[in-house]
């Protein structure tokens, strides 16, 4: 006969749970051998274990036990550690509101795990476990305002529904890597308000179906998405609006030749430092990356971009590359306004933008970080970016003055670029006067009072001198002062030079004083540019 130990064995007790009383009380762990299944132990008794505290400083350890029955901990306070190791269950555990030690299910089959406002003072492992519901609610781990004080392991965990740590603490990592979590009727995960104090890895064959939620979160570590897969049908992939990264976050992005991509929503959220690996940016120039950062409102501290040391680039890329600078405080930066600016922050009209528009203000978000670590040449590249991608979006009438402010003045943002034009301008009509003076397409205008015919190419005391530098500079002036070396001179109309030199007489002012006054409403701040 069995010994009674406060009212917990019985007659009715088993062997096994006779074993596994006394190899709790000893502080043993009981393994279930492979030849003794299906062996189950019911959850009435190892609660009530539980509730007795029969057990020694190892808590209850018990490795590949069938649970049958509700294991319900409701409000208990488990003063060891609980660890049921291979086990399956035939309903899903609760814990809500339980003051937990040390919560260990790894490896552990159950169609649902409620953890509610529970309590852990250590860990929360569930590596390699595997939950799917049967009751048809869609939720798989409903661990809703839980507070884990130490790490919560998640890796290679499988759980078809939703995983939901809606306002969780955990106070060191949380762990998916590896991970497979679908859901079809709503987010795979959800960690909205939740609060991680370490770092959140997302990465490494993580699997998300059905998207990932993390709105309001506040991660003190790092945000790693490196190698996740996240998708959903019905809306973001990733939602992080309002959240805050003290540290890294880092997303893994490809270029892909075909297939819809990934839409990322992170918007008014602050990330330490914002790093986006390009794993394979061998085909950038012809392809899309696969997923869409919606960065409208988002701020960080620095930024950095370059490829994974793993990838191949081909010739056809090297254009990318051209673009780089040296940010303060951080490694070298490799930026490609032309095209990977395009791909993240443009090509969000593919994303469900509203009416079908485009995000300019994570240009502008983009511009700010970088003006702030020192690179000023690079953020003038990326509003020049910004504005060209607006002009495209515009209608067909409003763009060539649009694309004039581009080519003269950079936007206002390169205003010497028209003093660079109207060099080239006045050289190019002085050269086409040089030519021309040679086969007879400038000859001397008629003066009043004289019979003498000067040659251009002879001068004279006689006569004003030629010269084809004076006559390009004077076609600037000659709408209002009329000069005397000048004047003199005029187009032949006989000759095809002389056509040539009457059309740039015409064409150089006209040229020459559109690119002044746009020099000067960029001056005066009569062309408006966006500030960071």
């Given at each position: 006969?069995?010994q009674?130990?406060?009212?917990?064995?019985?007659?009715?007790?088993?062997?096994l749970?006779?074993?596994?009383?006394?190899?709790?009380?000893?502080?043993?762990?009981?393994?279930?051998?492979?030849?003794?299944?299906?062996?189950?132990?019911?959850?009435?008794?190892?609660?009530?274990?539980?509730?007795?505290?029969?057990?020694?400083e190892?808590?209850?350890?018990?490795i590949?036990?069938?649970?049958?029955?509700?294991?319900d901990c409701s409000?208990?306070?488990?003063?060891?550690?609980?660890?049921?190791?291979?086990?399956?269950?035939?309903?899903?555990?609760?814990?809500?509101?339980?003051?937990?030690?040390?919560?260990?299910?790894?490896?552990?089959?159950?169609?649902?795990?409620?953890?509610?406002?529970?309590?852990?003072?250590?860990?929360?492992?569930?590596?390699?476990?595997?939950?799917?519901?049967?009751?048809?609610?869609?939720?798989?781990?409903?661990?809703y305002k839980l507070?884990?004080?130490?790490?919560?392991?998640?890796?290679?965990?499988?759980?078809?529904?939703?995983?939901?740590?809606?306002?969780?603490?955990?106070?060191?990592?949380?762990?998916?890597?590896?991970?497979?979590?679908?859901?079809?009727?709503?987010?795979?995960?959800?960690?909205?308000?939740?609060?991680?104090?370490?770092?959140?890895?997302?990465?490494?064959?993580?699997?998300?179906?059905?998207?990932?939620?993390?709105?309001?979160?506040?991660?003190?570590?790092?945000?790693?998405?490196?190698?996740?897969?996240?998708?959903?049908?019905?809306?973001?992939?990733?939602?992080?609006?309002?959240?805050?990264?003290?540290?890294?976050?880092?997303?893994?992005?490809?270029?892909?030749?075909?297939?819809?991509?990934?839409?990322?929503?992170?918007?008014?959220?602050?990330?330490?430092?914002?790093?986006l690996?390009l794993?394979?940016g061998?085909?950038?120039?012809?392809?899309?990356?696969?997923?869409?950062?919606?960065?409208?409102?988002?701020?960080y501290?620095?930024?950095?971009?370059?490829?994974n040391?793993?990838?191949?680039?081909?010739?056809?890329?090297?254009?990318?590359?051209?673009?780089?600078?040296?940010?303060?405080?951080?490694?070298?930066?490799?930026?490609f306004?032309?095209?990977?600016?395009?791909?993240?922050?443009?090509?969000?009209?593919?994303?469900?933008?509203?009416?079908?528009?485009?995000?300019?203000?994570?240009?502008t978000?983009?511009?700010?970080?970088?003006?702030?670590?020192?690179?000023?040449?690079?953020?003038?590249?990326?509003?020049?970016?910004?504005?060209?991608?607006?002009?495209?979006?515009?209608?067909?009438?409003?763009?060539?003055?649009?694309?004039?402010?581009?080519?003269?003045?950079?936007y206002?943002?390169?205003?010497?670029?028209?003093?660079?034009?109207?060099?080239?301008?006045?050289?190019?009509?002085?050269?086409?006067?040089?030519?021309?003076?040679?086969?007879?397409?400038?000859?001397?205008?008629?003066?009043?009072g004289?019979?003498?015919?000067?040659?251009?190419?002879?001068?004279?005391?006689?006569?004003?001198?030629?010269?084809?530098?004076?006559?390009?500079?004077?076609?600037?002036?000659?709408?209002?002062v009329?000069?005397?070396?000048?004047?003199?001179?005029?187009?032949?109309?006989t000759?095809?030079?002389?056509?040539?030199?009457?059309?740039?007489?015409w064409?150089?002012?006209?040229?020459?004083?559109?690119?002044?006054?746009?020099?000067?409403?960029?001056?005066?701040?009569?062309?408006?540019?966006?500030?960071?």
């Amino acid at each position: 006969m069995p010994q009674h130990t406060g009212g917990l064995l019985s007659n009715e007790t088993s062997a096994l749970e006779q074993r596994i009383h006394n190899n709790t009380q000893a502080g043993k762990p009981t393994c279930i051998p492979h030849r003794d299944r299906p062996a189950s132990v019911s959850a009435a008794f190892l609660t009530e274990l539980l509730r007795s505290r029969t057990y020694g400083e190892r808590g209850l350890v018990l490795i590949g036990a069938q649970i049958t029955g509700q294991f319900d901990c409701s409000d208990l306070e488990i003063t060891a550690p609980l660890r049921l190791l291979s086990c399956s269950f035939d309903r899903p555990p609760i814990l809500a509101r339980a003051h937990l030690r040390l919560l260990d299910l790894r490896r552990s089959t159950m169609p649902g795990l409620v953890i509610d406002g529970a309590i852990v003072t250590h860990d929360l492992l569930l590596r390699r476990a595997k939950i799917k519901p049967t009751n048809g609610s869609g939720t798989a781990l409903s661990a809703y305002k839980l507070i884990v004080s130490q790490e919560a392991d998640f890796r290679h965990l499988v759980a078809q529904g939703g995983v939901r740590l809606l306002g969780a603490t955990i106070g060191g990592q949380f762990n998916c890597a590896d991970a497979t979590l679908t859901n079809a009727n709503g987010y795979a995960l959800s960690m909205d308000r939740a609060e991680v104090k370490g770092g959140v890895f997302l990465r490494a064959g993580f699997t998300a179906k059905g998207g990932v939620r993390l709105p309001g979160a506040t991660i003190g570590g790092q945000f790693n998405c490196n190698g996740a897969k996240l998708t959903n049908e019905k809306g973001y992939a990733l939602t992080m609006d309002g959240a805050e990264v003290k540290r890294d976050v880092v997303f893994a992005l490809r270029y892909v030749s075909n297939g819809e991509p990934s839409v990322y929503r992170l918007r008014n959220a602050h990330f330490g430092h914002l790093n986006l690996a390009l794993s394979d940016g061998s085909n950038c120039d012809t392809s899309q990356l696969d997923t869409i950062l919606l960065l409208e409102g988002t701020t960080y501290d620095s930024l950095d971009t370059k490829e994974n040391s793993g990838s191949q680039t081909s010739g056809t890329s090297s254009w990318c590359h051209k673009w780089a600078a040296k940010i303060k405080g951080t490694s070298e930066l490799e930026q490609f306004p032309g095209n990977l600016y395009r791909s993240i922050l443009i090509d969000q009209q593919k994303a469900p933008a509203p009416d079908g528009g485009i995000y300019p203000a994570t240009y502008t978000t983009t511009s700010r970080a970088l003006r702030d670590v020192g690179s000023e040449q690079l953020t003038k590249e990326l509003l020049v970016q910004k504005n060209r991608q607006l002009n495209r979006a515009r209608p067909a009438l409003a763009r060539p003055f649009s694309w004039l402010l581009d080519i003269t003045v950079g936007y206002g943002y390169r205003p010497r670029l028209s003093l660079l034009w109207a060099l080239v301008v006045y050289v190019v009509a002085a050269m086409l006067f040089i030519v021309a003076v040679h086969h007879h397409g400038i000859v001397a205008t008629p003066l009043a009072g004289t019979s003498f015919v000067p040659n251009p190419l002879k001068g004279t005391s006689r006569y004003p001198t030629f010269s084809a530098w004076n006559y390009a500079f004077g076609a600037l002036l000659s709408p209002f002062v009329h000069l005397p070396g000048v004047d003199a001179w005029r187009a032949n109309a006989t000759t095809g030079w002389g056509l040539v030199v009457r059309i740039t007489r015409w064409v150089e002012p006209v040229v020459l004083w559109t690119l002044v006054l746009t020099l000067g409403a960029t001056l005066t701040g009569l062309v408006t540019r966006d500030r960071p």
